[in-house]
């Protein structure tokens, strides 16, 4: 009893709230605080583990997982108001049924992004949780050279941002009035005064 009391002393961090959905080849997990910082995600293939603060509070997240993942290609990004994790899930198939092995009020299932398994086309999810990244990013391939994750090639930026500033000097020159009338107003019949 006295350790699970200096336990709760020192860890003074609350469970965030957390929402869910599901692709038949990976789990879309959603954090929803606003303007997180100090984001740690951590991925193990039967669990995850993400913390950070808002709003001068620190929140913890320990959750054990229902099914397996492939932590190497799954990724995060903090956005101004969520976290989003896209877990790609270690075997494709059915629904887990459920995202963690025990019950979790914390946890509840995200209706605006669920998608029954029949529903499914293709790849639906966007850009949801990538960005920011986890280790094993490297799957997206670079976008072109410029891997707006991060760093990239600097040639390739400048090259893009160069073709940026030619596209602008070639812009046509904005239209203006040079009192030439045209032809199509002659159709318009005159505006008809209404007695008040």
């Known amino acids: 009893l006295k350790l699970q009391f200096l336990y709760f002393i020192v860890d ?4 965030p709230p957390v929402s869910w959905a599901e692709r038949p080849d ?6 929803c605080l606003q ?3 100090n984001v740690k995600v951590r991925t193990l293939e039967k669990s995850l583990e993400v913390s950070c603060t808002s709003d001068e509070k620190d929140y913890k997240a320990v959750l054990e997982l229902k099914g397996e993942v492939v932590p190497e290609e799954s990724s995060y990004n903090a956005r101004p108001r969520q976290i989003e994790m896209k877990l790609i899930k270690k075997e494709q198939g059915p629904y887990w049924e459920g995202l963690v092995s025990k019950k979790n009020p914390h946890v509840k299932v995200d209706w605006s992004r669920w998608k ?8 639906d ?6 960005g920011a990244g986890m280790p094993g990013m490297e799957g997206l391939g670079d976008l072109g050279g410029l891997n707006l994750g991060g760093g990239g090639d600097p040639e390739k930026i400048q090259q893009m941002l160069d073709s940026m500033g030619s596209q602008e ?4 020159a904005p239209i203006t009035d040079d009192g030439d009338d045209d032809d199509d107003d002659d159709d318009m019949p005159a505006l008809e005064k209404v007695a008040k």
């Open 26 to 31: 990976c789990v879309l997990i959603t954090v």
């Open 116 to 123: 029954d398994e029949d529903e499914v086309q293709g790849d």
């Open 169 to 172: 000097e070639e812009s046509p």
């Open 12 to 15: 003074m961090s609350q469970h």
């Open 35 to 37: 303007d997180t910082t």
């Open 125 to 130: 999810t966007g850009d949801f949780g990538l």
